[in-house]
């Protein structure tokens, strides 16, 4: 089916066959590609793009925060997956939430910090796949963090709607905050302290991180606040490799990290919709009534099937493979059961939560698909004076719910939504995709794989085209025009339709790799400050 004209498309994909990097922010973009000129890997190149996002969208991810990534080393012939997402404090457990007069987990401060895992992601990925020197690598953030960079359009707005959130934190306010506002478009903006912690690291060593003088200042950030953490937390965590979940879909094969990530959460949604396809051949055309039902729906389930499964591994009481076994007994109620059942069972604490997707290709054929995030816009809010590091508020996520499998419990990981993933087309091409936003980043997986497998999108229409998200409440967010008109329609009787605003329906990357022919292709979008590049 050719692409249907629901959106103005930002421009063809970019083509290349020497490397292919796709970020949300052109400064990481080219610190990548500089690293890709130098001789360097896809790993070099991502942990280059991810430490400059770090500084320029400080907002969204950095070093106090986690970190994911599944890599497709040629030599390999597989894909590996790399979870890097920090456990709770062993120190913090419901009593000492409910002590602190709460009833659920806080949504940032103190008790929502977790063990940031982000540098040591770096350090595995680099030391299993990486060829330049650590200074190199981290040189292009350093450089922006000491020399100032501009501001980029998007990141300002964004800014500009945390304040309230920034003056809750008086160190951050004093950092962020100018005559009691942000910064504004291109407006030149300068990191020192996190430049001097990055020069650190850089000539240290990422294990100093853990077990030196960058640690110990976090943890006194955190004691002086109430929290948790501790120089123990830190030294005790390792990042580690595991292998991916995967599942065929429509001729394709999809991969995505295990629990306690919530990529298989993209995989129930699939799972739906490939038994949609078996007994129907083909999805409703793009853009209609049935077609936004019928995602509503799988979405839904899929999402209900997380928050009531998914959890650390540690936890869990099935496996991932059972529930997708369990996904089938879901089936009918999908294709013919009435509309008033839907239960929606996204964002359950309201976290809306964003993060930074990196895709990269070298000259090699290795890929890498990575992402990071410290949660919630700012984090948890503490941002420790002495290294410039703003520290992730992961811990939002659990429940305080004794025997849910999301319950709070010490050294446990949270469910994480962070989840890079990957694809191999029916004709042999690899894909690296991402997107960001917390709920919506498997819901957006899915409308651009639909969009790329079932409907023959280019990268960049897949990325463009309208996208629907739904939250708690039953509602259904529509966006644009197209998608709009069909508030109303029959069909989504049930759903509280509402329009989508740009920022809601999450940003991402792609880059697709032929084997074959040694082509590369590349695309990003606009609904942030995308930016992608070949060589």
Same mark, same amino acid.
């Given at each position: 089916?050719?692409?249907?004209?629901?959106?103005?498309?930002?421009?063809?994909?970019?083509?290349?066959?020497?490397?292919?990097?796709?970020?949300?922010?052109?400064?990481?973009?080219?610190?990548?590609?500089?690293?890709?000129?130098?001789?360097?890997?896809?790993?070099?190149?991502?942990?280059?793009?991810?430490?400059?996002?770090?500084?320029?969208?400080?907002?969204?991810?950095?070093?106090?925060?986690?970190?994911?990534?599944?890599?497709?080393?040629?030599?390999?012939?597989?894909?590996?997956?790399?979870?890097?997402?920090?456990?709770?404090?062993?120190?913090?457990?419901?009593?000492?939430?409910?002590?602190?007069?709460?009833?659920?987990?806080?949504?940032?401060?103190?008790?929502?910090?977790?063990?940031?895992?982000?540098?040591?992601?770096?350090?595995?990925?680099?030391?299993?796949?990486?060829?330049?020197?650590?200074?190199?690598?981290?040189?292009?953030?350093?450089?922006?963090?000491?020399?100032?960079?501009?501001?980029?359009?998007?990141?300002?707005?964004?800014?500009?709607?945390?304040?309230?959130?920034?003056?809750?934190?008086?160190?951050?306010?004093?950092?962020?905050?100018?005559?009691? !506002? &942000?910064? #504004?478009? @291109?407006?030149? /903006?300068?990191?020192? $302290?996190?430049?001097?912690? +990055?020069? =650190?690291?850089?000539?240290?060593?990422?294990?100093?991180?853990?077990? !030196? &003088?960058? #640690?110990? @200042?976090?943890? /006194?950030?955190?004691? $002086?606040?109430?929290?948790? +953490?501790? =120089?123990?937390?830190?030294?005790?965590?390792?990042?580690?490799?595991?292998? &991916?979940?995967?599942?065929?879909?429509?001729?394709?094969?999809?991969?995505?990290?295990?629990?306690?990530?919530?990529?298989?959460?993209?995989?129930?949604?699939?799972?739906?919709?490939?038994?949609?396809?078996?007994?129907?051949?083909?999805?409703?055309?793009?853009?209609?009534?049935?077609?936004?039902?019928?995602?509503?729906?799988?979405?839904?389930?899929?999402?209900?099937?997380?928050?009531?499964?998914?959890?650390?591994?540690?936890?869990?009481?099935?496996?991932?493979?059972?529930?997708?076994?369990?996904?089938?007994?879901?089936?009918?109620?999908?294709?013919?059961?009435?509309?008033?059942?839907?239960?929606?069972?996204?964002?359950?604490?309201?976290?809306?939560?964003?993060?930074?997707?990196?895709?990269?290709?070298?000259?090699?054929?290795?890929?890498?698909?990575?992402?990071?995030?410290?949660?919630?816009?700012?984090?948890?809010?503490?941002?420790?004076?002495?290294?410039?590091?703003?520290?992730?508020?992961?811990?939002?996520?659990?429940?305080?719910?004794?025997?849910?499998?999301?319950?709070?419990?010490?050294?446990?990981?949270?469910?994480?939504?962070?989840?890079?993933?990957?694809?191999?087309?029916?004709?042999?091409?690899?894909?690296?995709?991402?997107?960001?936003?917390?709920?919506?980043?498997?819901?957006?997986?899915?409308?651009?794989?639909?969009?790329?497998?079932?409907?023959?999108?280019?990268?960049?229409?897949?990325?463009?085209?309208?996208?629907?998200?739904?939250?708690?409440?039953?509602?259904?967010?529509?966006?644009?025009?197209?998608?709009?008109?069909?508030?109303?329609?029959?069909?989504?009787?049930?759903?509280?339709?509402?329009?989508?605003?740009?920022?809601?329906?999450?940003?991402?990357?792609?880059?697709?790799?032929?084997?074959?022919?040694?082509?590369?292709?590349?695309?990003?979008?606009?609904?942030?400050?995308?930016?992608?590049?070949?060589?």
């Amino acid at each position: 089916m050719p692409f249907p004209s629901v959106t103005k498309s930002t421009g063809p994909p970019v083509v290349a066959s020497r490397g292919m990097v796709a970020t949300s922010n052109p400064l990481a973009c080219a610190a990548a590609l500089q690293m890709l000129e130098a001789g360097g890997t896809a790993a070099d190149a991502a942990v280059a793009a991810d430490a400059v996002s770090g500084v320029v969208d400080s907002h969204l991810t950095g070093i106090g925060g986690d970190c994911a990534a599944l890599v497709y080393p040629p030599a390999e012939k597989s894909y590996l997956g790399l979870n890097a997402t920090g456990p709770a404090p062993m120190g913090l457990d419901r009593e000492m939430v409910l002590a602190d007069g709460r009833q659920s987990m806080p949504a940032e401060g103190p008790l929502s910090v977790t063990v940031p895992g982000a540098v040591a992601g770096w350090a595995a990925l680099l030391g299993r796949f990486g060829r330049l020197p650590l200074q190199d690598v981290l040189k292009p953030a350093i450089d922006h963090a000491r020399r100032g960079f501009p501001v980029a359009p998007v990141t300002s707005a964004m800014w500009r709607n945390q304040v309230t959130k920034i003056r809750r934190h008086p160190t951050l306010a004093r950092d962020i905050l100018t005559d009691g !506002g &942000p910064p #504004g478009p @291109a407006e030149l /903006r300068h990191a020192p $302290r996190l430049a001097e912690t +990055l020069s =650190t690291l850089a000539v240290t060593g990422l294990d100093s991180f853990y077990c !030196g &003088p960058i #640690g110990q @200042a976090l943890c /006194r950030t955190i004691e $002086r606040a109430g929290g948790a +953490l501790k =120089t123990t937390d830190l030294a005790a965590f390792k990042p580690e490799w595991v292998i &991916p979940l995967s599942l065929w879909y429509d001729g394709c094969q999809v991969f995505e990290l295990p629990p306690n990530t919530q990529g298989a959460t993209v995989l129930f949604a699939l799972r739906l919709l490939q038994d949609y396809l078996d007994d129907h051949d083909s999805l409703p055309p793009w853009g209609s009534a049935r077609y936004v039902a019928l995602l509503a729906q799988v979405i839904s389930r899929a999402l209900t099937m997380r928050d009531t499964s998914l959890a650390d591994p540690a936890s869990m009481t099935s496996s991932v493979q059972d529930l997708l076994a369990d996904m089938r007994h879901a089936v009918d109620a999908v294709q013919d059961g009435p509309r008033s059942s839907i239960q929606a069972a996204a964002d359950p604490e309201g976290h809306a939560g964003d993060t930074v997707y990196i895709a990269v290709t070298d000259e090699t054929g290795m890929m890498v698909s990575f992402i990071s995030s410290i949660f919630d816009h700012f984090g948890s809010g503490i941002l420790d004076p002495e290294t410039g590091i703003l520290l992730q508020n992961r811990a939002a996520a659990f429940r305080l719910s004794p025997g849910h499998v999301q319950d709070l419990a010490p050294g446990r990981r949270p469910l994480h939504t962070i989840i890079p993933a990957a694809a191999e087309l029916s004709g042999g091409q690899r894909i690296s995709l991402g997107l960001t936003g917390a709920d919506m980043q498997p819901q957006g997986q899915l409308q651009v794989l639909c969009n790329l497998v079932n409907f023959k999108m280019t990268l960049q229409e897949a990325l463009d085209a309208p996208r629907i998200r739904i939250s708690t409440g039953n509602r259904l967010a529509l966006e644009g025009e197209r998608l709009a008109a069909l508030r109303g329609s029959a069909e989504l009787d049930g759903w509280k339709t509402e329009p989508a605003g740009i920022l809601e329906v999450g940003s991402g990357q792609l880059v697709l790799h032929d084997p074959d022919t040694g082509v590369m292709v590349g695309g990003t979008e606009r609904r942030r400050d995308g930016c992608v590049a070949g060589r």
